[in-house]
């Protein structure tokens, strides 16, 4: 009885805050939820322009050498497939660097990719958003790219050149690639979708 | 602290604004002031949830002021503020989600807001549930007013604009230092200078 006495106040105000808050969450989760598909659709149909629908062919599917559950999706056009979209992570310099990576049809060149979440330094590390360095990434080889501090940043091959003072996350971008090309590849052969 | 013995609206309106400035009078919340104003959009989103959360929680806790005993205080203090941080957080999610992801844990963090406790101790927790708004309105106005100018200035030296929007003549050199952590410590310096020598020079 000391104990209700001493603290029902506790105990109703943490009913009270709980109901309020269960209340709260009911009633926004459909448009939280509907602005994270959004966000996501927008960012699939911003790197496979072409693509009028997009499929998971891959769902939280583990995957060997990666640590993250991975999702992949088929973009089609007319029963085409455009392309091949995934979502790829690793440590950037400050915090983790979340990646939407698009490859073509025969998964043989990149097509680009879009930065979903980076905490990357300001001015700096988070240039890896900007055109001038994603750019050197659309046409690559979809295969082992290798980083250079120095060298021609149009020409489009599997040498990345970094961002000036921001080498860590350049090298962070570059080794998300390394990771998860040749294992999405693997995955997709393995399940018939390419050759 | 303020003459909350006697409060009445407008002094406790003010108060919030100037004389018990949370930012730079009390040199309350420093972590959400120097992290968040890098861009007004920002800085103002920062500033109004935490008034949402000053105004709500100095309202219940007023409410429930006669009732508190002194060993639950602060965990009731706690446990209001991190309801309305919650509902803050959700709020952001659902209709301003960009934002919501730039501020990332800076929302989440006024949990722990020094502002936020002190006003619930030294305000809500002795006044009734109107006072406890107009102070929480006040506190919380002081602290997005604070941000805003601290915000602007930095938004202007180190990329031109406010809100985005190119506010400074072609050929202006901007000074990219101030988008960085330093910028944020030298200008928040420089507003405390300024605050004590006009606060200096008011008492004489």
């Not at chain 1, 998971?56 to 640590?67: F, L, P, R, S, Y």
């Not at chain 2, 009390?26 to 002031?33: A, K, N, S």
């Not at chain 2, 000053?54 to 806790?61: D, K």
């Not at chain 2, 003549?169 to 901007?174: A, C, E, K, Q, Y």
């Amino acid at each position: 009885m000391l104990f209700i006495r001493e603290s029902w106040l506790l105990i109703v105000a943490s009913l009270c805050f709980g109901i309020l808050l269960a209340g709260v969450n009911y009633a926004l989760k459909p448009k939280i939820d509907a602005n994270a598909s959004s966000k996501q659709n927008e960012a699939l149909k911003e790197l496979l322009i072409n693509a009028q629908s997009f499929e998971a062919v891959v769902k939280d599917q583990t995957v060997e050498n990666i640590g993250a559950p991975v999702t992949v999706y088929k973009g089609v056009n007319n029963g085409q497939c455009e392309g091949w979209v995934f979502g790829a992570t690793g440590p950037g310099y400050a915090d983790r660097i979340d990646l939407l990576i698009a490859v073509d049809a025969k998964f043989e060149k990149i097509i680009g990719y879009n930065v979903l979440f980076s905490n990357e330094t300001v001015g700096f590390g988070d240039k890896i958003k900007n055109s001038f360095f994603k750019d050197q990434f659309v046409g690559a080889p979809a295969a082992k790219l290798e980083l250079f501090k120095m060298g021609d940043d149009k020409v489009i091959n599997a040498e990345i050149i970094a961002i000036s003072g921001a080498t860590v996350s350049s090298n962070a971008a570059v080794e998300i690639f390394n990771q998860y090309l040749p294992n999405i590849k693997a995955l997709l052969i393995q399940k018939g979708m390419i050759q | 602290m303020s003459d909350i013995n006697t409060p009445t609206v407008a002094k406790t309106f003010l108060t919030g604004i100037w004389k018990e400035n949370p930012v730079l009078a009390l040199v309350l919340g420093t972590c959400p002031t120097l992290a968040v104003t890098g861009d007004v959009a920002s800085a103002i989103t920062m500033g109004l949830s935490a008034t949402f959360v000053l105004v709500c929680s100095n309202f219940v806790i007023s409410l429930m002021r006669n009732l508190l005993k002194p060993h639950l205080r602060i965990l009731m203090f706690t446990l209001t503020i991190a309801t309305f941080v919650t509902i803050a957080d959700l709020l952001l999610k659902a209709y301003l989600p960009e934002m919501s992801t730039k501020l990332g844990p800076y929302i989440p963090l006024i949990i722990v807001n020094c502002i936020i406790i002190c006003r619930a101790e030294a305000c809500a927790s002795k006044n009734g549930p109107f006072i406890s708004i107009v102070d929480g309105i006040g506190m919380g106005l002081g602290f997005t007013l604070t941000l805003s100018v601290l915000a602007t200035i930095r938004e202007v030296l180190s990329y031109g604009t406010i809100l985005g929007k190119s506010v400074m003549p072609d050929g202006f050199i901007t000074l990219f230092a101030f988008a960085l952590p330093v910028g944020a410590f030298v200008t928040l310096g420089l507003m405390l200078g300024l605050v004590k020598i006009i606060n200096e020079k008011l008492a004489k």
